[in-house]
């Protein structure tokens, strides 16, 4: 399977890896075009009121900045063959730690009192990940199995650490700035998203460690014989994908100024899996693409505002998305293209690169 | 698949050979006795036989999704849209029969249709156009919530229409006072569900041919098995096993909420996992989930029993029932390898 990134390498060209991308955008720009059409330029030209950016399109990114943080971590685990349906639960865990510390201190304004609850919520986080690691690396339990675990319990071990209540932080406190605040006129969400992105995609393809996951996800076992510690690795990564989820969870948490257990990032696992998957990333394993997950999540947010702005119901937003996944899943499939495309051809198609992996990977 | 099969798992042929294949259902049925045993021995009641009654009118419809479930999970895939197709087969069934007036058997027939026609399709999709199983059926998650809401975003009943009465009407099986206890008829329809599947898993070809399929697709096709019309088989028995179960909402409720059944799917696959099926399919058996969903509902019924625990703490207990029931399968699994080596 690491086949699928080395001939893209020895071609010396992003170009297998622009055609995986060019589906995605495709629909992605579709969908600004239609906003556009519908609300004018003002979509997706952003204005700047009060020192910081705004405008329809940076608030969708803003919005999204939780889903990308939890996406790319799902895009890592999914790269070793794994999934992790933990992250909604471990959002929902990291957010009521953060609040909870917070309202049960005198001065909420503290500064230290911010970072001690945030580095709390970040190392409950980081090792409830680590864990769902463990479980998939040294117990060998399969990883849908193992993350089911805490996303039965997860929501029930938030709604403990808040005692069953929705803590609320004091407006004034400098945590809500991590979800409402800006620096240099860009929201706070969207700068540790990109950051975290940045950091993600230089680790993994400035160094060998992106090759090394590719290499666990496409065969754990011929990996341990070449000399890779798989297990390290997929416990690192968990780890990762359990912090991002923590991190998400205390941006969205700052944003609303409270911590719900039992709705804060519901469903926010099927949304990352759906990112993920539509930026061209495979549910088996041994490749990823950081930049195509986050397409991924910019299609999510702007579908959920086009279908406001072309004025149907919030209740066509499940229908929608279903219809993107549906539409984005078979248009990724080879054989569909090759079904749909039959009879506008004539001479037989020669096999491009990517029905032939799809293959390998059956 | 069939190298990462061979890498990932390579005692598999010897662990599920034999007897050692009856050990994790086996510790499934122990942990279930123990708990029936342990409420037995804690709680006064708990020996009325109206509380073993009770397990199979409460989960009546998880029971009959689960089995669905089970024979997706035995080809090796996965049937994310159960909750969702359950929750829309009930609307479904109360808007044709409340607002269109159509005759209640006809309602439920046509939504006993669309649930297999939607398996039908899925699989298809799954099959010819190699979409990953966990997408595919997302589709259907979203769909038909979506659906199920525009439908109507509100509760409707069905109280008016008499033929959604006839579910619960009960066979009493003795005086419930003098240990007896009753069955409505929609646990009839579930037991039916689960003899049908038992027998078609293990006595006919098509059964075979869902093991051959999860264990290896690519040998089960070199081996010349009928590959596409088992696995588009197997989802349209899951789509036919979540209208199914919707319909017996229907009956047990007499009304259709858009929002029932949010997260029926996992417990659907908890309780096929608890009941010994691999998650990768090949091994497994229908008997297992029927146990997986009994521990399910036991476990319910103790937390009800107890009175004082909250609902947060009932999620926690089911995750922890789950890890410690995952972990002893596995430990069980490796000590029977370690003795046949």
Known sequence: ?362 | MSTQTLTERPSRSTLFDGLTRYVPIGATVALLVALYLGGVANYRNFDNPQVIAKLFIDNASLLVIAVGMTFVILSGGIDLSVGSVMAFATMACAWLTVEAGISAPLAVALVLAFGTAWGLLIGSVIHYFHVQPFIATLVGLFLFRGLTLQISDTDVSMRDVEFFHWGMTHVDFGEVRDGGFWLPYLSFLAFAVVIISFVVLHYTRFGRGVYAVGGSESSALLMGLPVARTKIGVYAISGFCAALAGVLAAFATKSANPLANVGAELDAIAAVVIGGTLLTGGAGFVLGTVAGVMVWGMLNTLIAFQGNLSSWWARIVMGVLLLAFILLQRVLARSGEKRRT
Do not use: H
């Open chain 1, 1 to 362: 399977m690491t086949s699928a990134s080395t001939p893209a390498k020895a071609r010396g060209g992003a170009n297998p890896y622009l055609k995986r991308l060019m589906w995605p955008l495709a629909v992605l720009v579709a969908l600004i075009v239609v906003n556009i059409a519908v609300t004018g330029f003002d979509f997706i030209v952003p204005s700047v009121n009060d020192d910081r950016l705004g405008g329809a399109f940076v608030n969708i990114l803003r919005r999204s900045a939780p889903l990308l943080l939890v996406s790319l971590g799902m895009t890592l685990v999914i790269a070793t063959k794994g999934i992790d349906l933990s992250v909604g639960a471990v959002y929902a865990i990291g957010a009521a730690i953060a609040c909870q510390m917070i309202i049960d201190a005198e001065n909420q304004s503290a500064p230290g009192l911010i970072f001690a609850a945030v580095a709390l919520a970040l190392v409950v986080t980081g090792v409830i990940g680590a864990w769902n690691g463990t479980m998939v690396a040294y117990f060998g339990i399969q990883p849908i199995v193992a993350t089911l675990i805490l996303m039965i319990a997860g929501r029930g071990i938030a709604q403990l650490v808040t005692g069953g209540q929705i803590p609320k932080v004091q407006d004034s406190s400098p945590f809500t700035e991590l979800g409402r605040g800006a620096i240099l006129t860009v929201p706070v969400p969207i700068v540790i998203a990109a950051l975290v992105l940045l950091l993600l995609a230089l680790l993994t393809r400035r160094t060998a460690l992106g090759m090394l996951l590719e290499s666990v996800g496409g065969n754990p076992e011929a990996s341990r014989l070449a000399g890779i510690r798989s297990k390290g690795i997929t416990v690192l990564v968990y780890l990762v994908c359990g912090l991002c989820a923590g991190l998400a969870g205390l941006i969205g948490a700052a944003n609303l100024g409270s911590a719900d257990a039992n709705n804060g990032g519901l469903w926010i696992e099927l949304d990352a899996i759906l990112a993920v998957v539509i930026g061209g990333t495979a549910l088996l394993g041994g490749r990823f693409f950081l930049l195509g997950t986050t397409i991924g999540v910019v299609i999510i947010g702007t579908l959920e505002d086009t279908i406001i702005n072309v004025g149907l119901s919030s209740q066509w937003q499940f229908t929608a998305k279903a219809i993107v996944v549906f539409v984005v899943a078979l248009l990724q499939s080879p054989e569909f293209r090759a079904w749909i495309l039959k009879p506008f051809k004539r001479k037989p198609e020669t096999p491009a690169p990517a029905p032939a992996e799809e293959v390998l990977a059956k």
